[in-house]
């Protein structure tokens, strides 16, 4: 199990905003930058959000990310069909002296 | 953008070492990534671009990284294989103090898939 909290699913239509969580504590997200990465099946993961709400070169603004606390949010606007996908959070644990990512909520554009 | 090509066994059997390349070029910080399947990420270990270490503490014991600078490669070692290992195994580009830094890992080899079987 993961020191860092993702719910396993999420849902939502195309046009629709969704939001998912990442919940840590005050060893990693609430002293910590949070990532976000999406991955598609049989692909590597690439990088969406850094430093809590960065977006790299070519993320399209309809992903945003935010933080409070020991808890993380990347929210998608405009949903798309091909938005579907895992979703990791991740970030630095000071406990474990080393990265940890969550389990991942895997995103369906119903 | 960075090209990161992993390479190694595709097959281990139980007990095994595994050893995995990353060819890498320029001062940069590695991490190996894996994925078993259907499941989460696990970061596994990082090299600095000073050459220091850092590990996932839970596997502490069984893994090592390090350079090869004349052939520009990061080799991952993995003792002991157990079938719970077989997963894709990434090499990533990552900011060379991940401590520092955090875990922004912004280009990722294709992956290589490795089974632990006998």
Redesign the interface.
């Known amino acids: 199990q993961?020191v860092v909290t993702q719910p396993p699913s999420a849902s939502g239509t195309p046009g629709q905003t969704i939001t998912m969580s990442c919940s840590g504590s005050s060893s990693n997200i609430a002293n910590?930058?949070v990532?976000w990465?999406q991955q598609f099946p049989g692909t590597?993961?690439?990088?969406l959000i850094?430093?809590n709400r960065q977006r790299?070169s070519g993320v399209p603004d309809r992903f945003s990310g935010s933080k409070s606390g020991s808890s993380a949010s990347l929210a998608i606007s405009g949903l798309r069909s091909e938005d579907e996908a895992e979703y990791?959070c991740?970030?630095?644990d000071d406990s474990?002296?080393?990265?940890?990512?969550?389990?991942?909520t895997k995103l369906t554009v119903l | 953008q960075v090209t990161l090509k992993e390479s190694g066994p595709v097959l281990v059997k139980p007990t095994e070492t595994l050893t995995l390349t990353c060819t890498v070029y320029g001062q940069m910080g590695v991490?190996w990534i894996r994925q078993p399947p259907g499941k989460?990420?696990?970061?596994l270990a990082?090299l600095f671009s000073n050459d220091d270490k850092?590990?996932?503490?839970s596997l502490k014991t069984r893994v090592s990284i390090s350079k090869d600078t004349s052939k520009s490669q990061v080799v991952f070692t993995m003792t002991d294989m157990d079938p719970v290992d077989t997963a894709t195994y990434?090499c990533v580009r990552a900011p060379s103090n991940?401590?520092v830094a955090?875990?922004?890992?912004?280009d990722?080899?294709?992956?290589t898939l490795v089974t632990v079987s006998s």
């Open positions: 993961s910590n930058h990532y990465y590597a993961p690439k990088l850094y430093r790299p990791y991740a970030t630095w474990l002296s080393g990265p940890v990512f969550g389990g991942g | 991490s989460a990420l696990e970061w990082h850092s590990y996932n503490r990434y991940i401590a955090g875990p922004h890992f912004d990722w080899g294709q992956g």
